[in-house]
């Protein structure tokens, strides 16, 4: 190798070695600090999967991948002490206690590291969403919801595709499409096969479940599931609208009608689906409906395009729009 500095692809001598290495050692530590800021500044998110051969929504546990930092506000009142400790809830009921912490009040925000990256939760009620809260003397200073920890199955189809290690992982309660070679699926009992095939692996009065390798559509009335075998991604869909701060049940809370906009169209609305409110197809414009309602999507031809069912509701008095991602 003693032609090495020659067959060095850029000039190389004893005058410049230590400052190119000392720039390598620069990048590589911007790089680090990059990974770590991306890290801390990632939200905690929520995945789930089947136990083991488990034909039941019941043996359904949910992977929460726990933000790195968490902050918030001191909140007006204080803290009875920088003790604090994050738990998890599946709607009011405590499933889990992450652990304790001791955080720091600095420049008006209470911060601290979640102790431990990633937990696992036995769901009792797939229907109902966790949220991870921080308790200062048993008293929730921050509620942290998480998106898509609520899973809609008495309604629509729900698939799980079959991953590494023969675990069965949560896809969708809509149409969709996989990369996987199998999936299994929950089909309520007033759904039914319309175009390919499926091996019925276990049934009771509710549901059955389906094993699928191929395409295949479901219906039941005027609405359809089509499970496709796909290198592409379903279009994503989401609501884009003027959100409010104030504290409800569910979390998330638009001023007026949201809108539906495509998640591969940049910020036009969605054009090629239809709004079902409350079971009835309708327009989000125009008159508000008040109460709690359920909401979700359906392209012209009555499939359920690739977005999560939303409970919806408008008090009367404030004209508020609230919605929760299930």
Known sequence: MQTWRSDFPIPLDDANAGQVISEWLREADRG????ERRLLDRPSTCAHRLTGDATSLREVVSI???QRQISFPIPALGLSSTRLELTCFESERLVQQVGVVY??????QVRFKSPKARIEVR???VSLSLSLRVLDAGATVLAISLTGSAIVGSESPVTFELGGEGVWSYLASDSCNTRSERVRVRLPADWAIESGHGEVVATDESASWIEVSSNVTFTANEERVRIG???VDSCQYRLSGTVSLTATRPEQTYLGWPRILRDDSGSRAAQDVQHVV???RRALSGGLVCGAVQYRLCDTAGHLPGMERCYLGVPTARQRFVS???
Not at 32 to 35: I, K
Not at 103 to 108: F, I, L, S, T
Request: hydrophobic fraction near 25%; charge should be negative; charged fraction near 35%.
């Open 103 to 108: 955080a720091e009040c600095v420049d008006g």
């Open 229 to 231: 075998f796909s290198e």
């Open 324 to 326: 929760s991602s299930l």
């Open 123 to 125: 769901r009792s009620d």
């Open 64 to 66: 929460i991948e726990i």
């Open 278 to 280: 409350n079971g009835q």
């Open 32 to 35: 680090r600090r990059d990974q």
